[in-house]
């Protein structure tokens, strides 16, 4: 069993920044890629930004340039700046992890959190 822990988000001024943390941990062999994606009212949920085990990171056109993402081991950070009001949204973390016994390939996701941006 494998959980993904996220923290970080809230209300935020339009301009301002947050980080959002996300955490994996349990029967975890290792992790591939890790990312983050949302989902704003009515709409459906799209991938923000996404980071490889070797490093490699690619984003939405939407948040070139404001937000970065970045890895420690087990532990995906999602840096926001510059936040504008279409960047409300809850925010999910997604792992794409090796488990040990039984050794399974499989995608995990976090329970989500709240970024609201106000004008």
């Known amino acids: 069993q494998v959980q993904l822990a996220e923290s970080g988000g809230g209300l935020v001024q339009a301009g301002g920044s947050l980080r959002l943390s996300c955490a994996a941990s349990?029967?975890?062999?290792?992790?591939?890629?890790m990312g983050w994606h949302r989902q704003a009212p009515g709409m459906q949920r799209e991938l923000v930004a996404a980071?490889?085990?070797?490093?490699s990171t690619n984003y939405a056109d939407s948040v070139k340039g404001r937000f970065t993402i970045s890895r420690d081991q087990n532990t995906v950070y999602l840096q926001m700046n510059s936040l504008k009001p279409e960047d409300t949204a809850v925010y999910y973390c997604?792992?794409?992890?090796?488990?040990?016994?039984?050794?399974?390939?499989?995608?995990?996701w976090g329970q989500g959190t709240q970024v609201t941006v106000s004008s």
């Open positions: 349990g029967s975890i062999f290792s992790i591939n890629a």
């Open positions: 997604n792992a794409e992890v090796i488990t040990t016994t039984p050794i399974l390939l499989d995608d995990y």
């Open positions: 980071i490889t085990s070797g490093g």
